[in-house]
């Protein structure tokens, strides 16, 4: 097993290099160990996943401190790889926050994000329609300030969001947000966007004095276009791909109700499902049976 002192030094790493990290978004366990397999650099515990597919709840600040760090930790200990666990905005005021910090760091979590949106939190994706109100900004630097000063450990890293642009805040006052909590002593910046052209976050990039500061951090949902590697040429060094896994999950569990419901027969979907011996391929059924028969012997 992999300890969290190692899984927080690959990311470290994974982030500082030329090519950046890519993280990939993991709503159950499963996911988190599958992430392993195709060499994504760390596992990303989405709260909008989490929200949807654990709780079947819109992701709003409903889940929980306590529902967001179960997740996490199952998906951490499913994994060799480091999780970042979206902590939306630490689930309150400034206690809430520093606990989150303590807490996460303790159970071996590599990193968590904290966005500023005002409790309760509405998903960034959802149009310009919505209303949003995001924390005054010396507010959040305060609590992101005390969050920091609270870790236990030197290597777990908190990633602040700034959440202007998707307020429509403009771009200055992004910059101002940045500057405040790199101030506040954060290790990294999430500047979140959807606007599709990257029109929005060039022009973050452009004004951004802190620049170079401290590590990047982009969430490309509304602008899927760009890799890896062009968003690394404009300056992040860590792009993560949210929700993709969860959406391809809901879209086949969809079909597959479909099918079988129409049909009535459980091999009208067999082409399209894994085999249940993938099942216990995936999870080592065979050998931790072995390892009972074993010492039964
Ligand atoms: C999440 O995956 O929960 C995120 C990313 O926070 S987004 O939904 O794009 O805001
Ligand atoms: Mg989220």
């Known amino acids: 097993m992999t300890t969290a002192t190692a899984k927080r030094q690959a990311l470290r790493e994974a982030m500082a290099s030329d090519r950046g990290a890519l993280a990939i978004g993991a709503h159950d366990a499963l996911t988190g160990l599958l992430a392993g397999r195709y060499g994504f650099d760390a596992v990303w515990v989405s709260g909008l996943a989490v929200a949807t597919t654990v709780h079947a709840l819109p992701d709003i600040n409903l889940t929980t401190h306590t529902e967001t760090l179960e997740a996490a930790v199952r998906i951490d200990r499913a994994t060799e790889l480091p999780v970042i666990a979206d902590c939306d905005n630490g689930f309150g005021a400034l206690n809430n926050v520093v606990r989150t910090v303590r807490e996460f760091d303790a159970a071996g979590i590599a990193a968590v994000s904290i966005e500023d949106n005002l409790f309760p939190k509405r998903n960034s994706l959802m149009g310009s329609d919505t209303r949003r109100e995001l924390i005054p900004l010396a507010e959040q630097a305060r609590r992101l300030r005390a969050a920091k000063g609270a870790q236990p450990s030197t290597d777990f890293m908190v990633i602040a969001r700034v959440e202007s642009l998707i307020a429509g805040e403009g771009v200055e006052m992004a ?90 027969r459980a091999s009208a979907v067999d082409p399209h499902i894994a085999t249940v011996e993938h099942l216990f391929d995936l999870v080592g059924t065979r050998e931790a049976i072995a390892a009972e028969d074993d010492a039964r012997v």
């Open 175 to 264: 910059c101002r947000r940045a500057d405040a909590y790199v101030e506040a002593g954060v290790d990294a910046i999430l500047i979140h966007s959807r606007d599709k052209t990257l029109a929005e976050i060039e022009g973050f990039l452009a004004s951004w004095s802190g620049l170079g500061s401290v590590p990047l951090v982009a969430v490309p949902t509304l602008f899927p276009t760009f890799t890896r590697e062009q968003l690394r040429e404009k300056g992040f060094n860590l792009v993560i791909l949210a929700n993709q896994p969860m959406r391809a999950a809901v879209k086949a569990v969809e079909e597959t109700l479909a099918t079988l419901a129409s049909e009535r």
